[in-house]
Structures are given as C-alpha cells and as structure tokens.
C-alpha cells in the first residue's frame, strides 16, 4: 500500500514549513545569468478546479511561494473537465515551459496529460490526484488512507463508540477519494458498536451532499454520525442537518480545514476536520518544482500529513495557518 513508502516523508506539515520557507529565500544570483535562464524558470499549473476553497487556497499558496523563488507561473483551471486538462496540457508542452504541475481530475485521466509532457521532453509533477501512469519527477500530497483513518477514530470517539452512522464520498475516479474512503472504512470496522446505514459519493461538492445527506436522512432520520470526505461536502451535509434541527444530534467529521469547516467546528456545529492546509500544499509544490528546475535531487514521493482540528485545538490551528501566510484560509471569528 502506498502509505508506507520508506523514504516518504510523513511529517505534520507545519513541521516542514521553515524548512519550505528557508528554501524559498534564495540568493537573488540564482536568477541572473550565471544560473537558469528565464525559460528554464517558468511552470504551467493545470488546476482541477477552482470552484473549490480548496483549490483556490492551493493556487494562492503557489503564487506566493512561485513569488519568492522567481519563477514564472501560469495557473490554469481544467474546470473539473479531464479533456479541457489534457487539452491544456498538451497546449502548454507545445511552449516548453520549464516544468507542467498537475493537479489531475481523475486519476486515470491525468496519465495521458503526463504522457503528452513526457513525449515532449517537458518535467513533470503531480499532485493531490496521483496520475495512475506515466513518468512523473515528483508527486506530492496528503496521505489520504491515514486521513480516512483520522476521521475515523475521531467520528468514534465523538460517537463514544456506538451508534449510526453515514459515510460521503468524493470523487471516486480519484485515488483520494477510494483512499479516504478505504482508510476510513478499515478503522471504522474497529469500533463494533458503530453501524454504517449508508454509504454514498457526492463528487467532493457542496451542493450535491447537501441533495444526497437530504435523501438519507429521510431514509435513515434517527442517525448519530457522518463522514464527509472533504469539508465541501461537510458543509452540504451540515445543511441538511440543519434544516432538520439535529446539528446537535449528528456528530459531524470532515476533512481539508477550509475557513467554513473551521468556523463550524469553532461554533460547535461540526465536530472535528482533518485539516490538511491547501496554501502549504501549494508552497510545497512549487518548492519541489523549482528543485526540479535547478537540477537538484528530489524525493519521488512526499506524503504530508493532515492534523486533526477539534473544538479544542480550533484556536491554535488557525494562528499556525496566519503564521503561513493563509489569512484568508482562517474565517474572521478566529483572526
């Protein structure tokens, strides 16, 4: 399984964030003449979407660490569309840009956006999504069975070992959404007071849990506990709780530690988010990117871990995210 990749590294991502930041404040000679030419320090980003906090928080986290290692980037979004990324990337390797960073919309789909970088002699990265094929420089993302995992012994011990509960997917093209899912299925099984009711995806978004948690909750009304597997769908299914008057009956657990999510935690309507900071997955990226485009070595795989955020630790998570630079990941209540 991939979680257990030796040389991965498997540190809460705030630990690796001065090291991020001291790799980012490089002499300002690498940029001249005696180091890469201008061409050889540009990257295309080819988001999935940017309908998403998530993403967007993403891309702000790239463009202010592209900032301060001087490199030229071109953000581009694929609008959840696998044929508008591929169309996008193979545009973009067309101009030879120094390096393609991929943020696939399907795991399958994103090998033939590799593929089209590796027959034009471009670099390429992934990350979030791993591409199932192709021949990639560097991945990196959050472990996603571990995540599932946390959510997992936290919807438990929420629960205090007992009750009913429902499990929201994301996209299950994705390897994050069949990873989460598994992680959180495994460790759930552990508890064997807990009853899973239901089980269905709702694509990571809002809209569509909030129409899917409506329907289950007229099937199954007396349930004591969800997990949404991004904080997107946490907010749809917090919705329909609502609207139901049993926020306080249905202990709710989520994943990504967007503003809304923290804020709901913080208001004690939402029980807990592994939150996996998109701005320092975004500085991490690009700090792996132009590794690659120095020419140093880097790691072919490097796993982030998540830190579960509760009502207790609300506070803390959210000065360490302003500490970053992701002010606008932190809702007003917590500023």
Request: hydrophobic letters at 45%; one cysteine or more.
């Amino acid at each position: 399984m991939r979680h257990h990749h030796v040389r991965s590294v498997a540190a809460v991502f705030f630990v690796g964030l001065s090291l991020i930041a001291g790799a980012c404040s490089r002499p300002a000679e690498d940029a001249t003449a005696s180091g890469p030419d201008a061409s050889e320090r540009s990257a295309v980003l080819i988001m999935s979407t940017l309908n998403n906090p998530f993403f967007v928080s993403v891309k702000n986290g790239a463009e202010a660490q592209a900032a301060k290692n001087g490199i030229e980037l071109n953000v581009q979004n694929a609008n959840n569309s696998a044929s508008t990324a591929l169309d996008l990337a193979t545009t973009a390797v067309t101009k030879q840009p120094g390096i393609l960073i991929l943020d696939p919309v399907g795991s399958q789909s994103g090998t033939a956006s590799v593929n089209a970088a590796n027959q034009a002699g471009v670099p390429v990265m992934a990350f979030d999504r791993r591409p199932d094929g192709g021949n990639l420089e560097t991945f990196v993302g959050y472990d996603p069975i571990q995540a599932g995992r946390n959510a997992a012994d936290a919807l438990a011990k929420g629960l205090g070992k007992e009750g009913k509960i429902v499990e929201i997917q994301g996209i299950l093209g994705t390897n994050v959404a069949r990873d989460r899912s598994k992680g959180f299925q495994e460790q759930i099984a552990e508890y064997s007071g807990i009853a899973t009711v239901a089980t269905q995806a709702a694509d990571f978004d809002r809209g569509k849990a909030l129409n899917v948690m409506t329907n289950i909750l007229q099937a199954h009304p007396d349930i004591n506990g969800v997990y949404a597997a991004n904080d997107e769908m946490a907010m749809g299914v917090l919705a329909a709780l609502k609207a139901r008057n049993l926020t306080d009956k249905v202990v709710l657990v989520g994943n990504d530690g967007i503003a809304d999510a923290l804020a709901a935690v913080n208001a004690g309507e939402m029980y807990a988010t592994n939150a996996e900071s998109p701005y320092a997955l975004g500085q991490k990226v690009i700090d792996l990117a132009t590794n690659v485009l120095e020419g140093n070595q880097v790691e072919k795989d490097t796993k982030l871990q998540g830190e579960l955020v509760t009502k207790e630790n609300v506070a803390e998570y959210a000065q360490k995210l302003i500490s970053i630079g992701a002010t606008a990941d932190v809702p007003p209540a917590l500023r």
